[in-house]
């Protein structure tokens, strides 16, 4: 019992953290510049949606590079988009019915930019006309989407100085990636 409240006093203090950044990613108040390792700050979000993937059938691989310099940044924020990143994959998988459900996150370092994070997912992928308008706000895909989340990931990674696109796969999926410079 009490690690049930544990958990909860945890994830609502998570959550009052994210509204808080997200209000200041609005207000366009600078990010927050704290040194952390964007492979552990991947982990826990992995940890995080293991549940959600687990009952879609979705099975999560990482293949996190060794050695990667420190990001300066928010983790919360770079963490909330990793989330979408990563929950977006998973609703989009939950709709297919023959092959696996793979969701592929990976880093590699890139130089001189610093890393790039990678989260590639094997659902019924990108149409061209959804492509050009991805990143747009209010422009969805999902019947209950706000069509904010991935407007909101880009503005978030601008903001630390890297740059969040999508491509699509073949012979179907999609990879979203995103670079963000190391310390």
């Not at 991805?134 to 740059?163: D, V, W």
């Amino acid at each position: 019992m009490s690690e049930a409240l544990a958990g909860i006093i945890t994830e609502g203090n998570r959550a009052s953290e994210v509204i808080g950044r997200t209000r200041a990613l609005i207000k366009k108040a600078p990010p927050r510049k704290d040194a952390f390792s964007i492979n552990n700050a991947i982990l826990e979000v992995v940890a995080l949606t293991r549940t959600e993937a687990a009952n879609n059938g979705v099975s999560v691989r990482t293949k996190l590079a060794e050695g990667l310099p420190p990001v300066q940044g928010d983790r919360v924020q770079l963490q909330q988009v990793m989330l979408n990143l990563i929950v977006n994959a998973i609703q989009s998988m939950s709709g297919v019915e023959d092959g696996n459900r793979e969701l592929h996150v990976s880093t590699v370092s890139i130089e001189p930019e610093g890393m790039c994070v990678a989260v590639r997912d094997t659902g019924p992928g990108l149409s061209p006309q959804s492509l050009s308008r991805l990143f747009e706000p209010f422009y969805t895909t999902k019947p209950e989407g706000m069509g904010l989340g991935l407007s909101i990931c880009r503005s978030i990674i601008e903001a630390h100085g890297g740059r969040l696109w999508a491509i699509p796969c073949e012979p179907q999926g999609a990879l979203f990636q995103f670079t963000i410079p190391a310390t």
